[in-house]
């Protein structure tokens, strides 16, 4: 099993930026080698894929709206992952959910492993 935990949600202004983090505990990367995603989702919205990073931090995905302004990074050592997300908008505003599983993918299902979400809210 892998707990996640995100952290690093709150208010900003529009323009600004902040950093999520998620930290995996139980099994650890090293041992069980799992694609990492960020998933969002907003108030009256289905949950929506943000962007993923594959184990070897080599290849990643984006979702068109964020391509340009989030960047995905990965610390294996420490079994944690990082979102940064700069030039935010006010409909970045959302819960913002961790997830791991495999492969590289966009779609929800291929991710067994959830967190249990963080609030970011972009002020206009």
């Known amino acids: 099993q892998v707990q996640l935990v995100e952290s690093g949600g709150g208010l900003v202004q529009a323009g600004g930026s902040l950093r999520l983090s998620c930290a995996a505990s139980g099994r650890t990367f090293s041992s069980y080698p799992m694609t990492m995603a960020w998933f969002r989702q907003a108030p009256g919205k289905e949950r929506e894929f943000v962007i993923a990073?594959?184990?070897?931090?080599?290849?990643?995905d984006y979702a068109p709206s964020v391509k340009g302004r989030f960047t995905i990074s990965r610390d294996n050592a420490k079994n944690t992952m990082y979102l940064q997300m700069n030039s935010l908008k006010p409909e970045d505003t959302a819960v913002y959910f961790c997830a791991a599983g495999r492969p590289l993918s966009a779609v929800e299902r291929d991710y067994g492993y959830w967190g249990q979400g963080t609030q970011v809210t972009v002020s206009s």
């Open positions: 990073i594959a184990w070897s931090g080599a290849r990643s």
